[in-house]
């Protein structure tokens, strides 16, 4: 068997003993170590959804790759003015924090006729270094948020600090699927289902959390 094919299988079990509703656990392969025929052996392994951090890296594999049936999704930082390069296949993007690139990216949506998923990032643990709403702006746009029509708006994403201390971790994801249910009380009705959140050090944590969305690279690539 592959190490790719092993790791896949290994971060299999893993869901199933940890997540509390493997079913709704899907895994984003991050593809931002490895060239596109690396990932093609990803994607003959199992691995269908893609996540990449830059617009440009993300476009030109899609472009060696776009015969094949493969869910895009970006995870990084998305600049307004890089959006039209992704618009026509992305199929989420994970990084969304302000509204401003929210409304950019429903307007070019629009545009192109379609809508996108989109995923809110937060910075739960307030880390003055990382990407993503605070908490209090969130809760300032979403009113706004919800009038957009060509972006759904399907859940959150957060990353957690680099740490080896596992509470702190366990709290920042438990935070976000707080964040995910009281939002859906008072604004979006139950339509935010998806926690992105978990990478390759502390997928485990974020299963047990509720992650649906776990973006590993390392794990499945190294
Ligand atoms: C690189 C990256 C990952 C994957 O990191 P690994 O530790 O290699 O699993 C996940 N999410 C984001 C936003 C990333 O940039």
Redo the contacts with the bound molecule.
């Keep these: 068997m592959s190490a790719i094919l092993q790791n896949i299988n290994d971060i299999k079990e893993d869901i199933l003993k940890h997540s509390p509703n493997p079913d709704k656990v899907k895994l984003v392969g991050?593809t931002?170590y490895v060239d596109t025929e690396i990932m093609l052996e990803a994607f003959n392994s199992g691995i269908t959804i893609m996540?990449e951090?830059r617009v440009q890296v993300l476009r030109e594999k899609y472009e060696i790759l776009k015969e094949h049936n493969i869910e895009w999704h970006l995870?990084?930082q998305l600049q307004k003015n890089k959006i039209k390069y992704i618009i026509d296949y992305i199929s989420m993007i994970h990084s969304v924090d302000s509204l401003s690139l929210a409304e950019e990216i429903d307007k070019k949506a629009e545009k192109a006729g379609r809508t996108v998923d989109i995923l809110l990032e937060v910075n739960i643990s307030n880390e003055e270094s990382k990407s993503g709403y605070s908490v209090s702006e969130l809760l300032g746009d979403c009113n706004s948020l919800k009038t957009l029509k060509n972006i759904n708006i399907r859940g959150l994403m957060t990353?957690a600090p680099l740490t080896d201390n596992e509470m702190v971790i366990r709290n920042v994801f438990r935070g976000l699927a707080e964040l995910r249910n009281s939002l859906n009380n008072d604004y979006f009705d139950g339509s935010l289902q998806e926690l992105s959140m978990g990478?390759?050090?502390d997928y485990k944590i974020a299963l047990e959390e509720g992650a649906t969305l776990i973006?590993?690279?390392?794990?499945i690539f190294k």
């Design positions: 991050v931002k996540g951090n995870i990084g990353m990478m390759s050090n973006r590993l690279g390392t794990k």
